[in-house]
């Protein structure tokens, strides 16, 4: 089991489904933890929602991979997740270490505690989520800062996803100051952007009402970062993840 952290205080729910759905068609079971003090999956994910978009904390099947939400931390009621997701597997008899890969959607200091990331099992993969609003990039380094003092080694090795990017020379070196003297590697191969794009934006809305991933929908630049994310943070071959990005596409 691999466990990919996706750290950033922007909304990544798209993100991340788009992801699971990819690794799904390449045969990978896999599972999306909202892990946000929002809990906006449950908005995401049709069956979620329930009725009357109640939620409540459960996990569910979404075109080919699991999502679990409502399973809130201690900034709620003081409960980890990790701890009332296990519950609930095995209430259910059901194994969390089953999955082939799980994919933390983090944007609270609370969840990055040093025990809480040993209680997933350890973190193999690091992604931060970022844009070029102040508010985010603030927080993102006080999410870095939070787990690089939780971590307590040398240079933490990540990718950075800029989701939705924007070119200003202002929000670059805000975000220099802000967060580039922390302890944190970015490499050229590992820094990848998403651009506005309407045919995204749509897909992305269609996602929240259908109860499929249409892939097919989105704009080549935006799949062609989505099989680079993939294969930075992931084991899986870049053959595998194309053969994969065309078998989502046709919508299986």
Same mark, same amino acid.
């Given at each position: @089991? /691999?466990? =990919? ?37 449950? &908005? ?23 999502? #679990? ?20 597997? /095995? ?12 994919? *933390?959607? =983090? ?10 990331? +040993? $209680? ?17 990039? /603030? ?10 003092? %939780? ?14 990017? #924007? %070119?200003?020379?202002?929000?670059? #070196?805000?975000?220099? +100051? ?7 590697? &970015? ?6 952007? &998403?651009?506005?794009? %309407? ?7 269609? @996602? /929240? ?12 630049? +935006?799949?062609? +970062? *989505?099989?680079?994310?993939? $294969? ?21």
């Amino acid at each position: @089991m /691999q466990n =990919i952290l996706f750290l950033g205080a922007c909304d990544k729910g798209g993100l991340l489904l788009w992801l699971g759905k990819i690794m799904a068609s390449a045969g990978k079971k896999v599972l999306i933890i909202d892990g946000t003090v929002l809990q906006k999956y449950q &908005f995401a994910v049709p069956e979620l929602s329930g009725d009357g978009l109640k939620g409540g904390s459960r996990v569910i099947e979404f075109d080919g991979f699991d999502v #679990a939400s409502g399973f809130e931390h201690s900034f709620k009621n003081g409960t980890a997740i990790h701890e009332s997701l296990e519950s609930f597997f /095995q209430r259910n008899n059901e194994q969390y270490t089953s999955y082939d890969f799980v994919l *933390l959607d =983090i944007d609270h200091t609370d969840t990055l505690e040093a025990s809480l990331l +040993t $209680a997933w099992g350890g973190i193999s993969s690091y992604a931060l989520v970022t844009n070029s609003e102040r508010y985010t990039i /603030q927080r993102n380094a006080e999410l870095l800062r939070k787990l690089l003092q %939780e971590q307590q080694g040398d240079d933490l090795q990540m990718v950075r996803i800029r989701y939705m990017a #924007a %070119e200003s020379p202002v929000s670059e #070196a805000f975000m220099e +100051t802000a967060a580039g003297h922390l302890n944190t590697v &970015f490499s050229d191969e590992q820094d990848v952007e &998403f651009y506005y794009d %309407e045919m995204d934006y749509i897909a992305g809305v269609r @996602m /929240q009402y259908e109860n499929r991933l249409k892939l097919k929908g989105l704009s080549r630049s +935006t799949k062609k +970062t *989505l099989l680079s994310i993939l $294969a930075a943070v992931t084991d899986v071959e870049r053959n595998a993840l194309r053969l994969a990005l065309k078998v989502a596409e046709r919508g299986r």
